[in-house]
Nanobody, 120 residues
């Protein structure tokens, strides 16, 4: 099992940047595929980005391509989401997720979420 704790959320103006972090504990972090998801008020949770165990393979939702960057530091058991050029529609609770599968259909482990609010 792995425990995940997100941090780094907050309130920023449109056009600004934030970096989210997700610290993992309890298991061998380096074997997990890591993902970021978000859920806006009244909407379903949606995929944002994922990264494989080595960090060499990443995927992004079309809505964040070119603005967000996912990365990981296996020595620190941490995955990051650098968010630039933020828009009001990026406002959501952001969740970190982990799974042993290289191509997860449903992530097994989730953090508690961190709020990101973008003001116009």
């Amino acid at each position: 099992q792995v425990q995940l704790v997100e941090s780094g959320g907050g309130l920023v103006q449109a056009g600004g940047s934030l970096r989210l972090s997700c610290a993992a504990s309890g298991s061998t972090f380096s074997i997990y595929t890591m993902g970021w998801f978000r859920q806006a008020p009244g909407k379903e949770r949606e995929f944002v980005a994922s990264i494989n165990w080595s960090g060499r393979s990443t995927n992004y939702a079309d809505s964040v391509k070119g603005r967000f960057t996912i990365s990981r530091d296996n020595a620190k058991n941490t995955v990051y989401l650098q968010m630039n050029s933020l828009k009001p529609e990026d406002t959501a609770v952001y969740y970190c997720a982990a799974d042993r599968s290289p191509f997860p259909r449903a992530y097994a482990y989730w953090g508690q979420g961190t709020q990101v609010t973008i003001s116009s």
